[in-house]
């Protein structure tokens, strides 16, 4: 009998239940893959304040959670909450001297990462609604509205649609945006030991993504 597979445990926090929904697809794509080299568990909680979701964990041991949310615009407003979820990451990692919180965000937002699962995405775009003709693009969908797409039912059957495979093409797309960035020269700011990019598009979600598949093996 094939030995039995340990189990790998990754901690995040996320913005929205779409983001929830997709890490749990995830651990279901590499839990039935049988050339992975182990089974994975996924604690995702839906918590816009990381310092919140670390005082919630009792954990003895290093641990890393990500999190992830979205730099919604350039906008003042958006700007300062953006720093503000910089502060709290921060914060924690000394509240918490077990606890290394990753940084994991989308620029504008996760919807850009979505779509890096089926087409490039490299246009820069002037609001976050201009997804919508990208992820119907990519799904081969028609939703009315960014709002009808994040419907439960609707977004487990994008999800669906999604292989590791998928997935992987994802994390080559998403390396070649932020190469691009770099070799464009632009500034990758710099806050609190956090590094990203102001500019959109630019994304950190693929990081904690390629760290589990290169764990088990799966890239």
Wanted: charged content about 30%; overall charge positive.
């Amino acid at each position: 009998m094939p030995a039995k597979k340990t189990n790998r445990k990754y901690y995040f926090s996320v913005e929205g239940e779409t983001e929830k929904w997709y890490l749990e697809w995830i651990k279901q794509l590499m839990n039935n893959d049988p050339s992975a080299a182990h089974t994975v568990t996924i604690d995702c909680k839906k918590e816009k304040n990381p310092l919140k979701r670390a005082k919630s964990l009792t954990i003895l041991d290093k641990t890393v959670i990500t999190h992830w949310f979205d730099y919604e615009s350039a906008e003042d407003i958006h700007a300062r909450q953006f720093k503000e979820t910089l502060d709290a990451l921060k914060e924690t990692s000394t509240f918490k001297k077990q606890i290394k919180y990753q940084l994991g965000y989308s620029n504008f937002t996760f919807e850009l990462w979505m779509v890096l699962h089926k087409r490039d995405c490299n246009t820069a775009l002037a609001h976050r609604r201009q997804y919508l003709k990208w992820i119907n693009s990519a799904f081969g969908e028609s939703f009315a509205e960014l709002s009808d797409y994040k419907e439960e039912a609707n977004f487990k059957r994008v999800l669906n649609k999604i292989s590791l495979d998928d997935v992987q093409a994802a994390i080559v797309r998403a390396k070649k945006i932020m190469k691009r960035n770099h070799e464009a020269g632009l500034t990758l700011h710099e806050y609190k030991g956090y590094r990203y990019y102001k500019e959109n598009p630019s994304l950190l979600v693929h990081e904690s993504i390629e760290n589990m598949l290169k764990d088990c093996k799966l890239i």
